[in-house]
């Protein structure tokens, strides 16, 4: 159990069955009343940000998120399979648990699978990678504007934003949270 005047970013806690990350607090002091923790979270699974407030000593499960890494194999239709490295355990998950999590990753790169209470709720790639472009239509001699961005698929299939002088077959570093463009390799 964990008080609400112990909050801090990045810590785990359990609210009502679901799962919450706490992204920003403030403990507050008003000048009347008692203090408050004011608090933006995030539902890990949904992705919803809420904000909530507590009392300094609210108590709340704290939640044990394990992150174990594997080795994502392949995927056959629906079922993406993955492999402890360590045992070589293997498991399946549907796409739709996974969602657009593998979007930036290849065959055979390693992930977190991350689980609470032996649930699986979500994975973990890299957050920088180097993919190759596959498609992306040729830029056009004269378009020198500041910021000007094209469509570029990569080797997953995802879609990022280059500029106009990344052509097919030059491999390009990706910030995978914000699906950024980041320079060539």
Known sequence: MISAG???????????????????FQHVKPGKGAA???????????GNVLEKTFRPSEKMP????DRDDMQYLYNDGDL??????ESYEQIALNSSDIGDSLKF???????????????????????????????????????????????????????????????IGDVIKIDTRTEEYLGRA
Not at 36 to 46: C, E, G, H, S, Y
Not at 80 to 85: E, I, L
Not at 147 to 155: C, F, I, Q, R
């Open 105 to 167: 990753v290849k065959e055979n790169e390693m992930v977190k699978i991350l689980s609470h209470n032996g649930n699986v709720f979500g994975i973990e790639g890299a957050m920088h990678v180097e993919l190759a472009v596959v498609d992306t239509e040729p830029g056009h001699k004269g378009d020198t504007a500041q910021g000007v961005t094209k469509p570029a698929t990569v080797e997953t299939g995802a879609i990022v934003h280059v500029p106009l002088f990344v052509n």
């Open 62 to 65: 704290k939640a044990h998120i």
């Open 6 to 24: 112990e909050f801090r970013n990045g810590i785990t806690i359990e609210i009502d069955g679901n799962l919450f990350v706490i992204i920003d």
């Open 36 to 46: 408050f923790v004011r608090t933006k979270i995030k539902n890990i699974v949904t």
């Open 80 to 85: 993406y399979h993955f492999m402890n490295v």
